[in-house]
């Protein structure tokens, strides 16, 4: 199989179901008030669940599609993540009240996993040397987007109305699922479809050296996700002069403009030193970048602080992605795959829990202090772990 023919099958289908996916996202609030929920304490409770919903049912399924995956293949894992959720996403069209989104949203994430299964078969199909930038370059492909999505999604809502922009989210997600349908081609090893019950037996043991990977990808996310709640607001506290809808928006861009360029520059750079060194940098320099954002009073300090982020954030996925690939037995390694997905939907749900938190009981500028404090941290658990020290050229065998 054509490793690099596949990445860019995969970069087209995990671009049009991110962006499909985002397109609902502005304007979430305004359809749950068109449902009947007018005042604004309501709203926001209804927004947060719902919103943070899909996330929970995520969490806790992903590792039992990643299981599924090692045993019948990832493209009927990543098929079933498309067409479930394209499904799911046009049903949300028709509902008349805020507690039948819910229980769709909730569904939805039993169904989630496209991204994660796209990743698992890039990975599993892709030479180890160039694992960082393979992996790198179709997170460049979810980033776009999550940066584009919102743009469109607020236009079209607009132009067509909330629920049409819903049913055009599924059917987006459907054509992503056809595109992998019809031009990806997955080989799978009889030994992967026919696990023996020894190495089986043995699975969940194999998968403890890969905690700490597993604790780094909710400790990125969650770094992302902090603030991200109370980033308009906060921007308001720095800057104060006019257009300022279209500064919060820049805000905002400025991580995911800087994630599209430093994924896969440092996830090549990665395949040269080696993953475990690049996961050490980007972590304390995406901790340092919490300084100038919450010391500052400028906004274009704030801009260029966010950007670092992004910049800096782009370095760790792609590494984590690698390191699951590298210490991962290839008969479980979309199993691990799908826990290190579940980890990445934990950081997405606790990261705004903590920011809203801290924000409420102290200031909001402490928020950026804690993260700091929490991605210092994990830099040090993989400084002092040398177990994901792996060689960059070596390619290893596992013993169950």
């Known amino acids: 199989m054509n490793w690099k023919r596949t990445l860019a099958i995969l970069w087209i289908a995990n671009f049009i179901a991110v962006a499909g996916t985002s397109l609902i996202l502005p304007f979430l609030p305004l359809f749950i008030e ?6 604004m304490a309501d709203v926001e409770k209804w927004s947060g669940a719902i919103f943070s919903s899909q996330m929970l049912t995520a969490v806790l399924f992903q ?13 009927p894992m990543l098929l079933r993540a498309g067409i479930g959720m394209g499904i799911m996403t046009i049903l949300m069209g028709f509902v008349h009240a805020p ?10 994430g039993v169904f989630s996993g496209f991204i994660s299964m796209s990743i698992s078969l890039q990975a599993s199909i892709t030479p180890d040397e160039h694992s960082g930038k393979a992996l790198g370059t179709l997170q460049t492909g979810q980033m776009a987007g999550t940066l584009i999505g919102p743009l469109i999604g607020g236009v079209l809502a607009e132009v067509l109305g ?22 990806v081609k997955e080989i799978v090893p009889e030994k992967a479809a026919k696990m023996e019950n020894d190495t089986e037996s043995h699975s969940w043991r194999l998968l403890i ?78 901790g340092l970048s919490f300084l100038p954002q919450a010391l500052t009073n400028n906004i274009t300090v704030l801009i ?35 826990f290190n997905s ?27 202090y804690i993260t700091m404090i929490i991605l210092f941290l994990n830099a040090l658990l993989i400084a002092w772990n040398r177990k994901l020290d792996v060689p960059v050229s070596n390619k290893i065998s596992h013993q169950p």
């Open 63 to 75: 590792p039992l599609w990643g299981s599924l995956a090692d045993k019948y293949g990832r493209k």
């Open 304 to 338: 260029i602080g966010r950007f670092l982020l992004g910049l800096f954030v782009g370095g760790m996925l792609p590494s984590l992605n690698v390191l699951v690939k590298k210490l991962a037995p290839k008969n479980i390694q979309a199993k691990a795959f799908g």
């Open 99 to 108: 507690w039948e989104l819910l229980v769709l949203r909730l569904i939805n």
């Open 34 to 39: 068109d449902l009947g929920v007018h005042q």
């Open 209 to 286: 050296p890969l905690i700490p990977v597993f604790v780094a990808t909710t400790v990125t996310q969650l770094g992302m996700m902090s603030i991200q709640p109370i980033l308009t607001i906060y921007t308001k506290t720095v800057y104060h002069g006019a257009h300022l809808a279209f500064i919060a928006g820049l805000v905002v861009a400025a991580s995911g403009v800087a994630n599209l360029i430093g994924s896969p520059l440092l996830g090549r750079f990665g395949d040269k030193v080696g993953q475990r060194k690049i996961l050490i940098v980007s972590l304390v320099m995406a």
């Open 342 to 368: 579940s980890a990445q939907f934990l950081g997405n749900f606790l990261g705004p829990l903590l920011g809203s938190s801290v924000a409420a009981a102290y200031d909001i500028r402490d928020v950026f």
């Open 162 to 183: 909330f629920r049409d922009v819903f049913i055009l989210t599924g059917l987006l997600l459907l054509l992503a699922s056809i595109i992998v349908m019809i031009l």
